[in-house]
DNA sequence: TATTATT
């Protein structure tokens, strides 16, 4: 029988198969537009303007694995033109971009699903590392991790960092009251020490001109410059970036890179920061910082495709 | 692990 919130566990699991390929609801999305999917008159969850049921696809080998991962996608790139993208190399079963929770954008991150595991190899071979049509930049296609296949060890540690972050950024803003420019003119009665950085910035000199490749992100809620942080130990975390970057200005982001199975970090991360000034503050003092028995390396995000 | 992103 239906309740608010869904189907009993055991059902559930038996009608979405989920020991196959697929991943609980996105079972059911993965019929949408086949013959045998019926609407339902109510929505079992409140939050749902419609519900689908279906038979679950058949598990076999052949469709198997045929789910991809996709990033480097230009921001603009919607979920159609994605799918156009790829329909060329067999039918698409499902498709997904990721977005920003806040802003909506694009994460330049998708996900494709195709009917059979043949399609996705052909896939990765004719799209992997191209340039989609006029897109700067090339993008990654390889198959999809499966979360299942995580190590409980790992699920607990993204566990324990999923939590700790819910605090780790509004707490750490505080530290923000002790902004740079804020210090320096308690200390030296300067107005505004920032706006001579300025006056000597490619931004003065010339415009935008001179900063060509680096980290500056478009996007009107999303935009900032992305900082590249090199030299993080496997155990950092999100906090030591806010920590770090904090005391310079206004920070709107903070990633670690980890591992998608040990969820170690790879030892690098990202800063997104909304003023240049306070952006190449931070890099100029923290570049060479000593963290523990590591130096960082600290600056502007740049392409690395594009790299010379 | 040297310029992200894992539904």
């Not at 996705?120 to 198959?143: C, D, M, R, S, Y």
């Not at 709107?252 to 690098?268: E, Y």
Request: glycine share 10%.
């Amino acid at each position: 029988a239906w309740e608010p919130g869904g189907l009993p566990q055991g059902e559930a699991k038996s009608l979405w198969g989920l020991e196959s390929d697929c991943e609980g609801p996105e079972s059911i999305r993965d019929t949408r537009g086949g013959d045998q999917t019926t609407a339902l008159p109510f929505s079992p969850c409140p939050s749902a303007a419609l519900s689908q049921v279906s038979y679950a696809r058949p598990s076999s080998a052949s469709i198997r694995d045929a789910n991809l991962y996709v990033s480097g996608l230009p921001k603009s790139m919607s979920q159609k033109e994605m799918e156009q993208l790829f329909s060329q190399y067999g039918r698409i079963i499902t498709s997904r971009i990721l977005v920003d929770q806040v802003t909506g954008v694009s994460r330049g991150v998708g996900f494709i699903r195709f009917d059979k595991r043949i399609e996705a190899e052909e896939a990765i071979k004719g799209l992997n590392g191209q340039k989609p049509l006029g897109a700067a930049e090339p993008i990654t296609v390889k198959f999809a991790n499966n979360p299942s296949q995580k190590t409980g060890q790992a699920l607990l540690t993204q566990l324990y960092q999923s939590s700790a972050r819910r605090y780790a950024g509004p707490l750490h803003h505080q530290t923000q009251r002790f902004r740079l420019d804020n210090l320096l003119n308690m200390a030296y009665g300067v107005k505004s020490p920032l706006s001579l950085i300025a006056r000597f910035s490619p931004i003065a000199i010339d415009g935008m001109s001179g900063l060509a490749g680096v980290g500056l992100s478009g996007g009107a809620a999303g935009a900032g410059w992305c900082i590249f942080v090199y030299n993080l130990s496997p155990e950092a975390d999100e906090s030591v970036l806010w920590q770090l970057f904090g005391p310079f200005g206004a920070v709107t982001n903070v990633k670690v890179i980890r591992d998608f199975t040990t969820n170690k970090c790879k030892g690098f991360g990202f800063v997104t920061m909304t003023n240049y000034d306070e952006a190449a503050m931070a890099i100029a003092s923290l570049n060479g910082y000593r963290l523990g028995e590591r130096v960082l390396q600290v600056s502007f995000k740049t392409s690395k495709q594009h790299k010379a």
